[in-house]
């Protein structure tokens, strides 16, 4: 257990619904990223936020994805009109960024989503 | 980032050591070499890192060689639970801060 913690553990939709996903990250970490994993690919970059600020999104994050972090402590994914190419885990990791060393992120268990 | 190479899979004897090779010849000075692991259905997990010195600690060791092209990620006695996708992955100190996963070196520790 990292101490990263992502709710729900799975979500099963149907294909047109919004989901939501919740990132809790270890509770000193000002730092927090969002990442995608299909099956037999390894995880891709979605986006991350120092703080509250989001400071870098990837092409992988479409216009029906939102992602926030309103107080700077948990984070919370949505997807809009659900598609079965977003079944996949969506998995949170986070870290502490400090003077200029290189900061570790440390990922919670992830969330699987299936879409019907 | 620097791309990296490592091999498809791997075998080990349990009990034996793992040693998980990665190659990242377009390395430069102010990137750092990171190494995770995934065990089935479960996030990544955190083995250790190294700039230019060889790294150790409660998990793995960590080589890296001298023109800092190439890395090699021992376990030292491996066990039935280290059996994973184990990544090796370039990330500059500074600037972008996404992970890039290759595809990874699939470990299976044989009893």
């Known amino acids: 257990d990292t101490g990263v913690s992502q709710n729900p553990r799975h979500k099963i939709t149907k294909r047109g619904q919004n989901v939501t996903f919740r990132c809790d990250p270890i509770s000193e970490h000002n730092r927090l990223y969002w990442y995608r994993q299909t099956l037999g690919q390894g995880p891709e970059f979605l986006t991350y936020?120092?703080?509250?600020?989001?400071?870098?999104k990837s092409r992988l994050l479409s216009d029906r994805f939102s992602a926030e972090r309103p107080k700077g402590s948990f984070s919370t994914l949505e997807i809009q009109r659900t598609e079965q190419g977003d079944s996949a885990m969506y998995l949170c990791?986070?870290?502490?960024?400090?003077?200029?060393?290189?900061?570790?992120?440390?990922f919670g268990p992830g969330t699987r989503l299936t879409v019907l | 980032d620097a791309k990296t190479t490592q091999p498809t899979s791997m075998d080990c004897a349990e009990g034996r050591a793992a040693n998980l090779p990665c190659n990242h010849s377009?390395?430069?000075?102010?990137?750092?070499v990171y190494w995770y692991r995934q065990i089935h259905s479960q996030g990544p997990q955190y083995i250790i890192h190294?700039?230019?010195n060889n790294e150790t600690n409660e998990m793995a060791s960590l080589i890296i060689t001298e023109d800092r092209k190439s890395s090699t990620l021992i376990l030292p006695h491996a066990t039935l639970r280290d059996t994973a996708v184990y990544y090796c992955i370039v990330r500059v100190a500074t600037g972008r801060r996404a992970l890039t996963f290759g595809s990874g070196t699939r470990l299976q520790v044989q009893p």
């Open positions: 936020f120092q703080n509250e600020a989001q400071l870098e």
């Open positions: 190294g700039l230019k």
């Open positions: 377009t390395i430069s000075g102010n990137e750092y």
């Open positions: 990791a986070s870290s502490l960024m400090s003077g200029r060393a290189s900061d570790t992120q440390y």
